[in-house]
């Protein structure tokens, strides 16, 4: 792993009601300044075009990108071709999280765990 992970949360448009519950700002406050990481930032909704965009001129080979989001295998389905683009093995390099109908606490635990994870294999 190349520097510390990146953690990117989607709000699927800020108006999914699996997200309802979570303040994201106290999340990605808690990820960048509690846990070891690169950076934490949000995007409105990463499986459209401008979320293809997005992933194009972030990715590099090497770190690890935390995602905070909806199912796993959906993210996967979704953000495919952005990094099929860039060379990037999504398997290898993302940790996808479904953070939906969790309650902040919740979904803080469930990131740091992720975080923990990545630690234990450097």
Known sequence: MQGNPRFIM???TGECPGFKDMNFWRLLNYVR????SEYAIIHPQLCVDDGDRFWEEILKPGPMYVVGGCDPRMQKKMFRTAFEKKGIDFDKQVIPLDLRSMSTEE??????DAFEGLSKTK
């Open 10 to 12: 989607c709000n699927c």
């Open 33 to 36: 300044n509690e846990l070891e």
């Open 107 to 112: 979904a803080l635990k469930k990131v740091k």
